[in-house]
């Protein structure tokens, strides 16, 4: 099978399940952003020195991919049905709590806002942080209110909260200390 197939040429794009839309379409922008965010955890993965967190980064990683097939695929209508699509990860925001707090049990508290940076490793995390955020806004955009949508919004808010947790872990265990963000530097 070739990688290409020009029917994209004159900028629109097939959904999963039937229907074209334009490339700029919300659902368009809400999977593509998810799939920029799955790169970008892919190159912080080959930063980061938290065995566990890598594991974590992993299974989130497989988590977006069944994300963006979801949105990737309009709503059932009349004559079109859903593909069979693997089930969204519907505890897996639980699970990301309970990640936070077993990470935070080695952290030293947080009480003033941290600028995004530290080694290497923690400042991926937080780039992917602002990129899952705008991942969030792009999902809402949709203005769909269905379960799954729900679910992703929670999945994704959840996910920056975690990416944001792991970042200070990152750093903490390389002994870099979160630089307190300073209203008069």
Same mark, same amino acid.
């Given at each position: 099978?070739?990688?290409?197939? +020009?029917?994209?040429?004159?900028?629109?794009?097939?959904?999963?399940?039937? #229907?074209?839309?334009?490339?700029?379409?919300?659902?368009?922008?809400?999977? #593509?952003?998810?799939?920029?965010?799955?790169?970008?955890?892919? +190159?912080?993965?080959? @930063?980061?020195?938290?065995?566990?967190?890598?594991?974590?980064?992993?299974?989130?990683?497989?988590?977006?991919?069944?994300?963006?097939?979801?949105?990737?695929?309009?709503?059932?209508?009349? #004559?079109?049905?859903?593909?069979?699509?693997?089930?969204?990860?519907?505890? +897996?925001?639980?699970?990301?709590?309970?990640?936070?707090?077993?990470?935070?049990?080695?952290?030293?508290?947080?009480?003033?806002?941290? @600028?995004?940076?530290?080694?290497?490793?923690?400042?991926?995390?937080?780039?992917?942080?602002?990129?899952?955020?705008?991942?969030?806004?792009?999902?809402?955009?949709?203005?769909?209110?269905?379960?799954?949508?729900?679910?992703?919004?929670?999945?994704?808010?959840?996910?920056?909260?975690?990416?944001?947790?792991?970042?200070?872990?990152?750093?903490?265990?390389?002994?870099?200390?979160?630089?307190?963000?300073?209203?008069?530097?």
């Amino acid at each position: 099978m070739k990688i290409y197939t +020009r029917t994209g040429d004159a900028g629109d794009t097939a959904l999963f399940g039937g #229907g074209r839309v334009p490339k700029d379409h919300p659902r368009v922008r809400a999977y #593509g952003s998810v799939d920029e965010l799955n790169s970008f955890l892919g +190159r912080a993965l080959t @930063l980061m020195q938290v065995p566990e967190s890598r594991d974590r980064i992993s299974l989130v990683q497989h988590d977006l991919f069944t994300l963006g097939s979801h949105l990737a695929t309009p709503p059932a209508r009349e #004559g079109r049905t859903r593909p069979d699509l693997p089930p969204l990860p519907g505890t +897996r925001p639980s699970e990301m709590e309970a990640w936070m707090d077993e990470a935070e049990k080695e952290l030293p508290p947080l009480k003033v806002f941290i @600028l995004p940076g530290g080694v290497p490793s923690a400042s991926e995390l937080h780039v992917c942080r602002t990129i899952c955020r705008r991942c969030e806004r792009s999902v809402v955009a949709l203005e769909e209110e269905t379960k799954e949508i729900q679910l992703t919004i929670q999945y994704l808010n959840r996910l920056s909260d975690l990416l944001f947790v792991l970042a200070r872990l990152e750093n903490h265990r390389a002994g870099a200390k979160d630089v307190s963000w300073q209203k008069e530097p």
